[in-house]
């Protein structure tokens, strides 16, 4: 499987971004897929997960500004981010997960830059 992650860019607080990734390969074998923040110094944490039925799950410190999305038809998962905050700001990674949890996939992250 190979995920590519786009969306990215400079924005101001308050203001709104949307993450892409698009998975390619063997897709079927996916179950649960993440969207990972990494913070400048800081570790790579999960903010937002959806599994295959549609369940989601966010981090406290990003519910009710972000939602995960996924469109199955286009193999695309999506991170609609809302009321950004300076500390949004990072690298945002998507992950993938087989259900098994033996194998784990990652695209090449994009960058989000929240300027107050």
């Known amino acids: 499987v190979q995920l590519q992650a786009s969306g990215g860019g400079l924005v101001q607080a308050r203001e709104s971004l949307r993450l892409s990734c698009v998975a390619s390969g063997m897709i079927f074998s996916i179950d649960v897929m993440d ?3 990494q913070a400048p110094g800081k570790q790579r944490e999960s903010v937002a997960r959806i599994l295959s039925d549609g369940t989601t799950f966010y981090a406290g410190s990003v519910k009710g500004r972000f939602t ?7 193999n695309t998962m999506y991170l609609q981010m809302n009321s950004l905050k300076p500390d949004d700001t990072g690298v945002y990674y998507c992950n ?3 259900a098994a949890r033996t194998k784990d996939y990652w695209g090449q992250g994009t960058l ?4 107050s």
């Open 35 to 37: 969207w990972y923040h």
């Open 112 to 115: 989000v830059t929240v300027s």
């Open 96 to 98: 993938a997960r087989n």
């Open 68 to 74: 995960i999305s996924r469109d199955n038809a286009k």
